[in-house]
Nanobody, 124 residues
Framework: QVHLVESGGGLVQSGGSLRLSCAASGRTFDRSNMGWFRQAPGKEREFVAHISWSGINTYYADSLKGRFTISRDNAKNTVSLQMNNLKPEDTAVYYC?????????????????WGQGTQVTVSL
């Protein structure tokens, strides 16, 4: 099992930056492919970014490429999401999650473990 706790959310002005962190506990974190998702009010949860267990492979939602960067530190059991040039439409609750075995990286239903989420609000 993997237990996940997100942090780093908050209120930021448009054009600003935030760095989200996800602290993981569990024996299998360093072999877990990890993802970030977000959910805005009234909308479905959507894929943001994914990183393989080794950190070698990363994937992003097309609309976020160039602004968001996912990374991980297996020695510290953390996954991070650096978000730059934030826009009001980035306002959402952000979740980190661990992908199930054989799952598809951008399919929300293929992730087995989720954190509680952290709120990101971007003002004009």
């Amino acid at each position: 099992q993997v237990h996940l706790v997100e942090s780093g959310g908050g209120l930021v002005q448009s054009g600003g930056s935030l760095r989200l962190s996800c602290a993981a506990s569990g024996r299998t974190f360093d072999r877990s492919n990890m993802g970030w998702f977000r959910q805005a009010p009234g909308k479905e949860r959507e894929f943001v970014a994914h990183i393989s267990w080794s950190g070698i492979n990363t994937y992003y939602a097309d609309s976020l490429k160039g602004r968001f960067t996912i990374s991980r530190d297996n020695a510290k059991n953390t996954v991070s999401l650096q978000m730059n040039n934030l826009k009001p439409e980035d306002t959402a609750v952000y979740y980190c999650a661990a992908l199930g075995l054989g799952g598809i990286y951008d399919d929300v239903d293929d992730y087995d473990y989720w954190g509680q989420g952290t709120q990101v609000t971007v003002s004009l």
